[in-house]
């Protein structure tokens, strides 16, 4: 089985990490993974690194004529049995490749971000009609597919993303490697969160919490994982600057970390305020390392976190009612203990990447046999 992968975003997010995972993973299994990308991005980067088949392309606009052209040679050249893409963005260079060699090779888009505009004009579906099937990570991207393009329902397929149960083990990680670096007290509960700097991300509700329950409590620590998306420098600052001017001394901005278990590993309670989230890698990755959670009652995030059971759901932008959930939690060990417990077991159960990558493989080798049976027809 030989497939290619598109991804030409710029940016390094839950995206372009489950693109080049899913890569990663697929070649373990001897399958052939190669990957479509933009030039110097990030993702073409940590695609070379790991030594993987790159194929670069320079294409800033919808319509580049020597990028698809370029596309097309490698398409035909390959001999794909399959091509997946998991920018929707990407389709305006690969429906019209396709077309160029006439390939029927089977297209399958991978939405990972909810989408506002209507894409049903004349040249989004004649885009769409060239996609095989349609992957939603969540029932809200399942349902903004279903409103805002041309797909048919049977052509939407629910496949959520997942995480590495061996890697996010909380047997695995000492708890007090990062909390011992950054002098986190064996008697202080941390509190926190890992994501990039985005607008809508609820950093303020998170600042605005921890600005609150300081006034009851003496013995907390708050800590921000994550750097600013490309292009949003400016919104990082910021958020430092709404924690300096609220005199927080006991939160931490950490920055870029590239071990994330041990991160999560330290923490009391993970917390993601998120206004709009189409899936949440980070909460799952929390949830599998055994830790409670405070979670907005916000799209994607309601496939994976049960409130009451895993940890709590709050009002999104309410800070109040994330206050009163966060507080909830420290002042109940048990129920912190309990929720990791349980928030571990639905991880295993349901979003282990392992199981959902042999999921995609048999999607893969169903949509694969269909096709030739077209073919040969």
């Not at 800590?223 to 006991?250: F, H």
Request: with cysteine; charged share 25%; net charge neutral.
């Amino acid at each position: 089985m030989k497939i290619l992968y598109s991804c030409l975003s710029k940016s390094w997010g839950g995206m372009e990490m489950v693109t080049i995972n899913t890569i990663k993973r697929l070649l373990d299994k001897g399958i052939t993974g190669e990957l479509l990308c933009t030039t110097e991005s990030r993702i073409h980067i940590e695609a070379n690194n790991f030594g993987m088949m790159i194929y670069p392309v320079k294409a800033p606009g919808y319509f580049h004529p020597l990028a698809t052209i370029r596309v097309a040679l490698t398409i035909k050249k390959r001999n794909y049995d399959l091509i997946h893409t998991h920018a929707s963005k990407d389709l305006w260079l690969l429906v019209p490749a396709l077309k160029i060699v006439g390939s029927r090779a089977p297209l399958l888009l991978t939405k990972h971000v909810g989408s506002f505009i209507s894409k049903k004009d004349v040249m989004h579906n004649w885009l769409y009609s060239r996609v095989d099937y349609a992957i939603a990570i969540s029932n809200v991207i399942r349902q903004n597919l279903l409103n805002t393009t041309s797909l048919a329902e049977d052509k939407i397929l629910l496949h959520y993303n997942g995480v590495d149960c061996t890697k996010f083990d909380p047997a695995k990680h000492d708890r007090n490697k990062v909390r011992n670096e950054l002098n986190i007290a064996d008697g202080d509960i941390l509190i926190g969160m890992v994501g990039r700097f985005s607008v809508g991300k609820g950093h303020e509700e998170f600042i605005t919490a921890a600005k609150t329950l300081n006034e009851s409590h003496s013995n907390l620590k708050f800590i921000i994982t994550g750097e600013a998306s490309r292009g949003e420098d400016s919104y990082e600052a910021q958020i430092k600057k709404l924690a300096n001017d609220m005199d927080l001394k006991n939160i931490i901005f950490t920055g870029f970390r590239d071990d994330i278990p041990n991160v999560i590993a330290a923490m009391d309670i993970f917390v993601i305020p998120s206004h709009s989230e189409a899936f949440g890698v980070a909460l799952v990755e929390a949830m599998a390392m055994g830790k409670p959670s405070v979670c907005s009652n916000s799209d994607g995030i309601l496939d994976i976190a049960v409130d009451g059971e895993t940890g709590y759901l709050f009002e999104k932008k309410d800070a109040d009612d994330l206050i009163d959930k966060i507080e909830m939690l420290i002042n109940s060990p048990v129920k912190r203990e309990e929720y990791g417990r349980a928030a571990r077991k639905r991880v295993v159960e349901h979003f282990e990447f392992n199981k959902l990558i042999d999921e995609l493989v048999n999607t893969y080798k169903q949509i694969i046999y269909q096709n030739n049976q077209i073919k040969d027809f």
